[in-house]
């Protein structure tokens, strides 16, 4: 007799938990869609002026490098941007559709080495594996510039004094968390020059206003705000975690923290503004260097969803002027 596996989770369209712990994380959401989902093989060659490799530094330890096509004659060397991707810490790749659009576009335009990390996903691996993961990756840069370990694009390319990370949604919460680490680590001769949060997954136990008033956006739900917290945090946690609540009575005073420079990017329609904006209102009060980024009209990560780029002329305009602040911030520090 063969048992069928049962459903207890199940996050529309993008994850089902099985009574036997098995995820399946298969695309069943609008077939239109499934395209930004889908992984991209890396490129030695350059395609569109960027080529892409994946790196294994350990078991546990994935890299996707974006380098951008330069000219021989020109000898400077390039930022190098951490990438950290989002999807409530329960789904994505690092090789997604999605995430390769976007961060070719950044690695062209902003003229950087882009390194985005293949973070462990919960349930299986819940919170902090994937904070372990980024600091990780930026240890790893580390040893690259002490000479330690070898990567040739970055050894020959990379400028590891000006080092950012930059992460989508629930991988804003982790530019905080591993930058956070970072200002209690020796990690010279590289240089964390600055962090970039793009609509980081700020909330609290208590809905927010914004949660109750905002309009749902393709890329986030109350459904899945809840449903993928509920998979991610620690067994026995709510959402005022710190990794979660970094502005929260439950996690280290700001004011304590050795942070670079940040910019806080923030959708006007974000479900999650309020509380977005009450850790940006925490780092100020807490004199943290901090910048505001703010896209008029527009939702949750809309800068990844590529129907909308293509077919919106606003959502394209405030996806330029995104990566111009981006670039702008990185081309200051």
Known sequence: MVCQKVVVNEVSGWLRVFDDGTVDRTWTGPPQVEFM??????????????????????????LRIYLPETNPEDESKLPIILHLHGGGFCISQADWYMYYHM????????KAICVSVYLRLAP??????????GFSALLWLRSLAKG?????????????????????????????????RAGKADLSPLRLAGGIPIHPGFVRAVRSRSELEQPESP????????????????VGSTKDHPITCPM????????????????LCIAERDMIIDTEMEYYEAMKKARKEVELLISPGMSHSFYLNKIAVDMDP????????????IIEFVNKH
């Open 103 to 110: 961060y070719t576009r950044l690695a062209r335009s902003a």
């Open 148 to 180: 330690e370990s070898y990567e040739p694009w970055l050894i020959n390319h990379g400028d590891f004094n000006r080092v950012f990370l930059i992460g989508d949604s629930s991988g804003g919460n982790l530019v905080h968390e591993v930058a956070a």
């Open 37 to 62: 989902t889908e992984p991209v093989p890396p490129h030695d060659d350059f395609i569109d002026g960027v080529a892409t490799r994946d790196v294994f530094v350990n078991k546990n330890l994935r």
């Open 219 to 234: 890329m986030l739900t109350i459904d899945m705000v809840d449903k993928f917290l509920s998979l991610a945090l620690p």
């Open 314 to 325: 606003q959502t394209a305009a405030q996806t330029e002027g995104l990566i111009s602040g």
């Open 248 to 263: 929260g009575y439950g996690a280290p005073d700001l004011d304590s923290l050795k942070l670079p420079p940040f910019l």
């Open 124 to 133: 299986e691996h819940r919170l902090p594996a994937p904070v372990n993961d």
